[in-house]
């Protein structure tokens, strides 16, 4: 499981680039100015997610505690949530979507505090 989450983080991050790289390049022109922050904001939050989740997936291969896996899902699925609908939001989608951002958001912060829990408990 440890690989998985390594290797899921590693794929948010190429994800979190394409998706800058599209919204500076092919959505510049055909957003708002808030809309194309919020796209930003999205691709940024899923890099945050996916470089924490590839650090714990490392951290869990060397060492093997549920504490790293519980912190890896909660990071990958929070970012998937925070900027999924953070980006839906900017291209278009209902902003009652904006309800379960914060659940993503919430993930994340559980994720990456489970995270250094299990780290001190070393």
């Given at each position: 499981?440890?690989?998985?989450?390594?290797?899921?983080?590693?794929?948010?991050?190429?994800v979190a680039v394409a998706a800058g790289?599209?919204?500076?390049?092919?959505?510049?022109?055909?957003?708002?100015?808030?809309?194309?922050?919020?796209?930003?904001?999205?691709?940024?939050?899923?890099?945050?997610?996916?470089?924490?989740?590839?650090?714990?997936?490392?951290a869990a291969v060397q060492w093997p505690r549920d504490?790293?896996?519980?912190?890896?899902?909660?990071?990958?699925?929070?970012?998937?949530?925070?900027?999924?609908?953070?980006?839906?939001?900017?291209?278009?989608?209902?902003?009652?979507?904006?309800?379960?951002?914060?659940?993503?958001?919430?993930?994340?912060?559980?994720?990456?505090?489970?995270?250094?829990?299990?780290?001190?408990?070393?």
């Open positions: 499981m440890a690989s998985v989450i390594l290797a899921f983080g590693a794929l948010w991050c190429a790289a599209f919204g500076a390049h092919a959505l510049a022109d055909r957003l708002d100015a808030r809309s194309l922050e919020l796209w930003e904001t999205a691709a940024r939050y899923l890099m945050f997610g996916g470089l924490g989740a590839a650090l714990v997936g490392i504490g790293f896996l519980y912190a890896g899902l909660g990071l990958l699925v929070g970012g998937l949530v925070f900027s999924g609908t953070v980006g839906a939001i900017a291209l278009g989608a209902p902003r009652w979507l904006g309800a379960v951002t914060p659940l993503g958001g919430l993930l994340m912060i559980a994720g990456f505090l489970l995270f250094a829990w299990t780290a001190l408990r070393l």
